[in-house]
């Protein structure tokens, strides 16, 4: 991996983060994903995050989306004007009980159940098109598991509402705002980020996907600047078809490990002692 980043101070800052990738956390770490208007690229950018920490941690990944949506992990299948590559992983069977819990769940919430994963994904069953889960329907089906995994990261998709975006803040440790690189958006979405953090003193971080393949240059000169972590996902064809991880750009992998690694960092707002 070293390759992606020349240079031993690069190099020393990618085994940092893959050491903060690893690191365990005193309880299970729920991270919440959701941007301010569609086409954004937040199921991709969960589906990348929950792929890595799949990888590398030992414990096992929840995914959850939250639109009422079939073949969520098949390759193809389009989300936010991006494809979802495949994230297929399996390692040893989950404990009867667990397993038991999960398929209690299977009739209002999972279309696919792998009885042997450590990605496991959940999508909810029976919501029209366009419509997706909301705070109330998570805490019912979705919070009871999360317990059993390592990481839990819920794809929220848009959500513009104010209150119901502090609800969601509040399903997790940490939250990711996902913004497209359309400058006024960016600006909306940096300037909610911050008041998420003032109102709900939980960590933000902000990334700047360019799914439309505008190459913009302003959301890397901003990210530096902002007193949150901020990740920039430069626009990446191999985003756009069914591929392998190994075939995405570098840049494409670095901005996955950085987003992961400020995910896993310690939460500071004391959620991981309970």
């Known amino acids: 991996m070293t390759h992606l980043l020349p240079g031993a101070t690069w190099q020393r800052d990618l085994i940092e983060r893959a050491d ?32 890595l920490l799949t990888s590398r941690r030992p414990g096992r990944v929840l995914q959850v989306e939250t639109g009422g949506t079939t073949g969520f992990l098949q390759p193809g299948v389009r ?13 040893g069977g989950l404990a009867q009980e667990v397993l038991d819990r999960l398929k209690y769940r299977a009739g209002t919430w999972m279309t696919d159940l792998p009885a042997l994963a450590q990605h496991v994904a959940l999508t909810p069953g029976g919501l029209p098109p366009g419509q997706r889960a909301g705070v109330r329907e998570w805490y ?27 609800e969601i803040v509040a399903t997790g440790h940490h939250t ?30 902000v990334a700047f996907v360019d799914a439309a393949g505008t190459r913009s240059t302003w959301p890397g000169i901003v990210a530096p ?33 950085t987003l992961a690694a400020a995910l896993m960092a310690p939460d500071r707002s004391g959620k991981d002692a309970r």
């Open 140 to 166: 019912a089906h979705v919070a009871p598991m999360t317990r059993f995994f390592d990481v839990a990261a819920t794809d929220w998709g848009t959500r513009s509402n104010t209150t119901e975006c502090l």
């Open 225 to 257: 600047t902002l007193p949150f972590p901020a990740v920039v996902f430069a626009y990446d064809p191999g985003l756009s078809r069914t591929v392998k991880t190994t075939r995405l750009r570098a840049s494409t992998i670095n901005a996955v490990m």
């Open 79 to 91: 989300r936010s004007g991006m494809t979802v590559p495949d994230t297929s992983e399996a390692s």
């Open 20 to 51: 903060r990738i690893a690191t365990p956390t005193p309880t299970g770490r729920r991270v919440s994903f959701f941007s301010l208007v569609p086409h954004s690229g937040v199921s991709t950018v969960t589906t990348l995050a929950a792929r």
């Open 176 to 205: 990711c705002l996902i913004s497209p690189f359309d400058r006024a958006v960016a600006e909306d979405s940096i300037a909610f980020a911050y008041h998420l953090r003032a109102t709900t003193g939980q960590p933000v971080r």
